[in-house]
């Protein structure tokens, strides 16, 4: 195992040393220049001659590239244009927003998604396969933005059930330990802070949730039509074996590797496709941080986002092949 996870670990410095490069070539086109993007249009030339000076852009090629290294190194993103913040700061402050709604939609997503997928093949042709490939093309027709209106101004406004916007109530006492609001009313026997922050979340992840759920469910459901047309799960049937062991040991866990793929997958686009949830819902992570950031062409920002983001799916991916390994004890001959 421990060999498998250096040999990943090794194969990823490649990549990002590629995403590198282009990120810093796409900061050396921008229209007019870093200095202009960052100074705006009505920039003169003296002043982007004085940023380009105080950046470094006036040195040989190969020289910015080994400081823009070196500042990645050092987790210096530069400076936020709406703030005036350390990019880093910023993120750190916005991550455990993003990160709680993520696993959040993720939870429901596949606490739903698998078991309904299962029960579909199982049940092929049946009323629960039609309703589930149904739901699951509805899931992935309705645009995330306006499932996230719709049932904000049905459960929120209209039945007032739960909150519309935030992580939690104006004006609750809440401590704040690690910035993930339902694990610190745990630590900290806030119990009222951690179901505030709970139901804050429940309209927001349902959102989010839609797409991954109905992929986990089509997935699901293929993979286990696949896994049970095979012959080791007709001679496991034929000897007779416990139908809880038959559908444990040979089923769900043959039918889990592209599952557990397509969810490694869908975790890292939550954690980069919550912009719009958080946008609608003023949830007060990274996504809407990043909108902003579009509009006010905070450069360092979306910088720091894309390679948030890359780090985020080479350390998933590293994990799913892990999984693999443990599912599949094949994998970890290869």
């Known amino acids: 195992m421990l060999r498998l996870v250096v040999r990943r670990l090794l194969q990823l410095i490649p990549t990002l040393l590629g995403l590198s490069v282009l990120l810093f070539l796409w900061l050396n086109r921008l229209p007019g220049g870093p200095a202009s993007a960052i100074l705006g249009e009505r920039a003169t030339e003296a002043d982007v001659a004085r940023i380009n000076r105080t950046l470094g852009l006036d040195q040989p090629v190969y020289v910015q590239y080994g400081r823009f290294l070196k500042r990645l190194f050092n987790l210096d993103l530069g400076t936020s244009v709406q703030t005036g913040q350390p990019v880093w700061d910023e993120f750190v402050l916005r991550f455990p927003a993003t990160v709680e709604l993520s696993i959040a939609a993720m939870i429901i997503a596949t606490v739903v998604g698998i078991p309904l997928g299962y029960l579909a093949a199982r049940k092929r042709g049946g009323w629960i396969d039609v309703a589930s490939v149904s739901g699951s093309l509805v899931g992935i027709c309705i645009p995330v933005f306006f499932l996230a209106l719709l049932l904000k101004g049905v459960f929120a406004v209209e039945l007032g059930i739960f909150p519309s916007f935030g992580r939690q109530s104006t004006g609750l006492d809440a401590t704040d330990v690690t910035g993930f609001a339902v694990l610190d009313g745990l630590l900290t026997g806030e119990f009222d802070a951690s179901w505030d922050a709970i139901m804050h979340l429940v309209l927001p992840a349902v959102a989010l949730a839609s797409i991954p759920l109905a992929v986990i469910v089509r997935m699901t459901r293929a993979s286990v039509l696949e896994v049970l047309g095979e012959d080791y799960v007709r001679t496991a049937e ?67 986002f894309i390679l948030f983001i890359a780090m985020v799916y080479v350390l998933i991916n590293l994990l799913v092949d892990l999984l693999y390994s443990v599912i599949d004890p094949r994998v970890r001959v290869h």
């Open 238 to 304: 034929s000897k007779g074996l416990e139908r809880r062991v038959v559908r444990g040991r040979h089923i769900l866990r043959n039918a889990m590797l592209p599952v557990v793929t397509a969810v490694g997958l869908l975790t890292g686009s939550l954690l980069s496709g919550a912009v719009l949830t958080e946008s609608v819902f003023s949830f007060g992570g990274i996504g809407s941080f990043i909108r902003t950031a579009i509009e006010a062409r905070d450069y360092p920002v979306l910088v720091g």
